[in-house]
């Protein structure tokens, strides 16, 4: 089974810092990776997603992830972060050659402030 | 495009009631998913469909949680009889293909006092 942690449970931030959010996973087989985004009071969005090719994945909003597959990273990035990027941010994973059900990580609730 | 569509958004009920839970999937789509978000034990996967025909329950809680898809435009969650501990966000999500993204519904808050 494929599993995900994610290391921070919150990060705070200044308006215009860069920011990285976590992702570890842990899989005996390939996978496919997710980072999803949730709003106060939303269902979840889709920021990116590495499914081969390019380990680094750019998504919307200016955020990249780079996939590492000898550390079983997937962290979250972005060089300057707005208020408007305050939400719950989930990685998830998902076996390459079964099934379509994702496992996702606990959420990094991530805070910007002025 | 609608997007994935969820009813009712908000649901408050009694301990021992029956609930149901509504998503229309996005058009085209095939396969569905029923999770359900909580503070202890974040997103967790209930059960999903792959051409109306369920393929993994491993995650229904217990046998007071069944779920159908009667149609490829239609799917049901229902919890009989409630308990307080069902109190959560449950979210349904639909995608096409392997490797395609899934799609979110708003989701329903629901309350059991």
């Known amino acids: 089974a494929q599993s995900v942690t994610q290391l921070d449970s919150q990060v705070p931030v200044f308006e215009e810092a860069p920011v990285e959010l976590r992702c570890n996973y842990s899989?005996?087989?390939?996978?496919?990776l997710f980072w999803y985004v949730q709003y106060p009071n939303q269902g979840l969005q889709l920021l990116l997603k590495y499914l081969s090719g390019s380990t680094l994945v750019k998504g919307i909003n200016g955020f990249e992830a780079e996939f590492n597959k000898s550390q079983t990273s997937f962290h979250l990035r972005k060089p300057s972060v707005h208020i408007s990027d305050t939400a719950e941010y989930f990685c998830?994973?998902?076996?390459?050659?079964?099934?379509?059900?994702?496992?996702f990580g606990k959420g990094t609730s991530l805070l910007v402030t002025p | 495009d609608a997007g994935v569509i969820q009813s009712p958004r908000h649901e408050v009920t009694e301990m021992g009631q029956e609930v149901t839970l509504r998503c229309k999937p996005i058009?085209?789509?095939?396969?569905l998913f029923w999770y359900r978000q909580t503070m202890m034990r974040g997103l967790e996967l209930l059960i999903y469909f792959n051409n109306n025909v369920p393929i993994d329950d491993s995650g229904m809680p217990e046998d007071r949680f069944s779920a159908k898809m009667p149609n490829a435009s239609f799917s049901t969650l229902k919890i009989q009889p409630s308990e307080p501990r069902d109190s959560a966000v449950y979210f349904c999500?639909?995608?096409?293909?392997?490797?395609?993204?899934?799609?979110f519904g708003p989701g329903t808050r629901l309350l059991v006092l």
């Open positions: 998830a994973v998902r076996a390459s050659n079964s099934g379509y059900a994702l496992n």
């Open positions: 999500a639909s995608t096409l293909g392997d490797k395609q993204t899934q799609y």
């Open positions: 899989s005996s087989v390939s996978v496919y």
């Open positions: 058009s085209g789509h095939n396969s």
